[in-house]
């Protein structure tokens, strides 16, 4: 069971990072549409309707997924600084290296293996005997 909880925790980190990640390619798209929009008449409201222009819908939603994104930030932080703790518990500057590159700087297997000069192979065996150990404490 607890190496379940180690498991869990650590991806409930790289699910943070992406989701970050989405909300940011998501916050830039909404940024980009209100630029372009901007530089259209048809983009302004005319004066005393109740639609909103084009420009005014894009920058709200952006504000909505800036909002979402400060939260997300905020988990991700708590979560990062958790998993960090419970990594640094390990004495083997190796299995710390691994799980730190995977889950605290998001890396996939190849990038973290070519940046410790590993195989990806010998990267999985280190992060498995590492969380065998995590699960122990």
Not at 85 to 107: N, W
């Amino acid at each position: 069971e607890g190496s379940l909880d180690v498991r869990m925790m650590l991806r409930d980190v790289r699910h943070c990072q992406l989701r970050t990640l989405t909300l940011c390619a998501r916050a830039e798209k909404y940024r980009e549409m209100a630029m372009q929009a901007t530089g259209r008449m048809d983009a302004l409201r005319v004066g005393g309707t109740e639609r909103r222009s084009k420009v005014e819908t894009y920058i709200l939603e952006l504000w909505d997924v800036h909002n979402e994104l400060q939260q997300e930030i905020s988990r991700l932080m708590k979560k990062s600084r958790e998993a960090e703790a419970l990594i640094r518990t390990l004495e083997d500057d190796r299995y710390r290296a691994v799980l730190e590159l995977r889950y605290l700087c998001a890396m996939t297997w190849e990038e973290l293996a070519a940046k410790l000069h590993f195989t990806v192979r010998w990267a999985h065996k280190l992060h498995k005997e590492a969380m065998e150990l995590l699960a122990q404490r």
